[in-house]
């Protein structure tokens, strides 16, 4: 299947003629939802062709034009020939499947056989697996389209911004041109806020789903460690990396979230997922789910000498509207000897290496690099990952001999019991906290405080949370709020997520990329 260049992408999403020609005449693309457009199919009056149309359109507009929000790296050139194939079965047999022609944006480190899948990097220009990552292969089998590959932190290393070298000039936050988007799912975020696609896919191994998502006022699911496949996901560190959906609704990740999860006998650490995973997760979408539910605030997560007053002006209001839905909100939820507990012994892990390495050997000769250091010596990344590869290099040891990973491990194990007991011992159902401290930095500003409080948590419990906008500060500048909890909770977490979400409904559409005219 043919790939399309960035450099041709104006003139290769449509023939302006046919994109009018198909345009929805009374369908409003902007902030849908996935029971709307199917809705929409059934009443006739929206055809899969014309959705994609419109979201072509979009991005056309604004995309690397406009407001120029720079999140895509390739479009499907085969969209409009997929949609077309979906109305022709929707014409036999009505709905394919929960996902039926929700057009999607995924991060451009899920494999896809039929489109190319760089990680971020200039060493993997073109590269085109022999198949689709498990999680994009379930969304297809769902009825989904991948409409288009988006930007992230080059091997999604860094939390803190969106900037590759497989695409020039950073990612911008659609909320505030000149704002970052956090990273690594950054790409994701943007074009899912900007209604560039329908929803996306995003990874997170210690803020990447969660950090954008609340960044663009969107909801993101980190789920409990081997809940979901990462299989031919482009690994950072196997011992943390999880995939998920990123959405404007609680509902939108919700069902995409029902499609991914589940084991996956190419990710081991799923075995145990079948057993565990809820037969519905939709079943959690409940109105009023906040009701009687007791909330712990934990401060430990976002309290520190440079959290932002308005940011917690934002998450002070939140808590109150969490009460007049009846939640009763224990103020707060910490553990005690904190830092005791995380201490280790061993020194750093750094998996990078290793687990990078060892997915590319897998590839075979498909891959177009082996080893860190042939991409170090081949001058293809992005200056800022220079010094992070470097070090990777240098690590000598496999994860299980590193004296510094098996002393990471002991902790986790400290580290979930401790955050049990206290959740136990307060009988809360969930603990919140503010997911960034602070605002969205500058694009470029690196000494302003950063404000990420996604790190820590979930991460290292492999314990699963679910971010969902909670208002703005500066006026425009999107805040998020995380509900955290036991593992394997997610049905109780989205019960509650949404019940925040339904009370409140603090999402909003972009300015810099409002309803196009011609729609």
Known sequence: MRRLPLALIACALLAPATAAAQ??????????????????FKAKTLTCRQLVSAYLDRIGAYDKQGPAINALVTINPNALAIA??????YARVGITGPLHCVPFIVKDNFETHDLQTTAGSLSLPGWLPPQDATMVARIKAAGAIVLAKSNLA???FTPYETVSSILPGYTKN?????????G???????AVAANEGEVGLGTDTGNSIRGPSAHNALVGIRSTMGLTSRAGVVPLSNGADIAGPMARTVADAVAVFNVVAGSDPADPVTAGADAKRERDYTSFLVPGGLKGKRIGVLRQAYERATTDTEVVAVFTRALDAMKRQGAIIVDSAGIDSLSAVLRTTGGGCNRFKSDLEGYLAARGPNAPVHTIDEILRSGKFHPSTQLRLQQAQAVTLAPSDNPGCVSLEEMRVRFRAA?????????VDALV???WSNPPRLIGDLNTPHGDNSQLF???????AITVPMGYTRGTLPAGVTFFGRPWSEGPLITLAYGFEWATHHRRSPASAPALASH
């Open 184 to 190: 690594s799912s950054g790409g994701t975020a943007a």
């Open 23 to 40: 345009r929805p005449s009374r369908f409003r693309v902007e902030e849908t939802t996935i029971a709307h457009v199917h809705a929409a």
């Open 154 to 156: 080059e091997w999604a």
């Open 433 to 435: 906290y503010p997911t």
């Open 419 to 427: 955050v049990l007991r206290m959740m136990d011992s307060l009988k």
């Open 458 to 464: 979930s991460p290292l419990t492999g314990f699963p």
């Open 174 to 182: 659609p909320y505030a041109l000149d704002r970052v988007t956090a």
């Open 84 to 89: 077309d194939s979906l109305d022709a079965r």
